[in-house]
């Protein structure tokens, strides 16, 4: 694969942390998170579904019945976890090692797709954005790069804006942005 720096950065730097990953995130996630989570799959249609950056598989409880999930991610140790954590709900998920900025699916190959905490680590956002067929023209979204000292506010206003976006691919972009937290 033929990668920026940032990009290479961005796997580095999860692959690294993806063993203590879930203890960092711990409290948080017990006390906001997964109830957030909750609501926002409760709004996603079952269907060909497509998660973004699936890290160590956080949303995996949530998928709607009867949906068929293809979950990626840039980091293979987030991965790992995602796929053990798959084996141990029983969850059935197609989990592939692959960048947002670069797509190897079709278009017309999912319904909707799904991304949670995602976007604010991807170097290159708008290009993710794009891949989803969404093209992201109102949105103040600037390159990682350029985000000296990332604001928090920012990130979680950008990735509140991008928890469910429908109809990837399709031409038909909705975009779920009601879930705010
Ligand atoms: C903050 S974690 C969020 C993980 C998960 N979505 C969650 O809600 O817990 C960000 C994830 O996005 C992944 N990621 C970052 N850039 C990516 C890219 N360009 N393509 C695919 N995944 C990416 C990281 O490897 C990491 O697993």
Known sequence: MNED???RATRARYNRI????DLM???IERTAFA???QRLWASVPAGRVLEVGV???KNLPYYPAGAQVTAIDLSER???RARRRATDLGVRVDLRLMDAQRLAFPAGAFDAAVATFVFCSVPDPVQGLREL?????YLSVRRRADLQAPQRPEELRLDAHLVAL???RLGRTRLIDNLEF
């Open 5 to 7: 720096a940032f990009t």
């Open 18 to 21: 993806a063993v203590v990953y």
């Open 25 to 27: 995130e711990a409290f």
């Open 35 to 37: 109830a957030w989570r």
């Open 55 to 57: 890290g160590t598989g």
């Open 78 to 80: 987030m991965l790992e």
């Open 133 to 137: 067929g969404w093209e992201p023209d």
């Open 166 to 168: 429908g109809a990837a």
